[in-house]
Each structure stands twice: as C-alpha cells, then as structure tokens.
C-alpha cells in the first residue's frame, strides 16, 4: 500500500535546526494535500503546517517565524524546515495526505512517523 514516508528527523540543541521531508512511498497518479503533524511524549498528535493546492501553506501559531513548509523535490513531496527549535518541539512528526485529487486514490493516510528530539 502506498503511504506517507517520512525522513529527516534527528537531535539537535535548542535553537538548531532540523528538515523533515515527506514523500510517498510508491507511485499514483493522485495528488494530494500534506500536512505535518507533531505529537510529543505522552501527548496528543497536533497539527504543526500543512501545504494546500489551493490556500498554499499554512501554519499553526506556536511554529509561525519558526517553520516554513514547503513543496519538496517532486510531486506528492513536502519540505519541514525548521528552526530556532525548542525542547516542547521533541516529539514524532507525522505527515498525513488529504484531499486526494483523482481516480483510485487509494492510499494510507498516515506516515510511520519521525523522531525530533531538542535538548536543553
């Protein structure tokens, strides 16, 4: 089944940088609306950016100045660049396609999820 793959995570201090990218793991014809979701230890999945066809990018509060998202190096691909990072941004980041446009768009929504750890 075709799904969200995610790269890019790491550990960094506070105030470092990090780029998640996302990409799909197989081929389809669709094309799809990416987000980046962030859940930290013991904490709920909430959402961080998303990059729109139609309303462009988007991001929560607590990232804006911090993060920018951008389209990656190809279609269904989608950047996290992220900076001046802080500790309560430790966590998993999952990326999550939406809003398929096309036929048989049939793929998993969820990404397995990569690791952001930001000591102090």
């Known amino acids: 089944q075709v799904r969200p793959v995610e790269s890019g995570g790491g550990s960094v201090e506070t105030g470092g940088s990090l780029s998640l990218s996302c990409a799909l793991s197989g081929f389809t014809e669709c094309d799809f609306d990416m987000a980046w979701f962030h859940q930290p230890p013991g904490g709920e999945r909430d959402f961080v950016a998303t990059?729109?066809?139609?309303?462009?990018?988007l991001l929560a509060d607590s990232v804006k100045g911090r993060f920018t998202i951008s389209q990656g190096n190809g279609k269904n691909t989608v950047d996290l660049q992220m900076n001046s990072l802080k500790p309560e941004d430790t966590g998993i980041y999952y990326c999550?396609?939406?809003?398929?446009?096309?036929?048989?768009?049939?793929?998993?929504?969820w990404g397995q999820g990569t690791q952001v750890t930001v000591s102090s």
């Open positions: 999550k396609v939406y809003n398929a446009r096309g036929t048989s768009c049939i793929v998993e929504t």
């Open positions: 990059l729109t066809r139609y309303a462009g990018g």
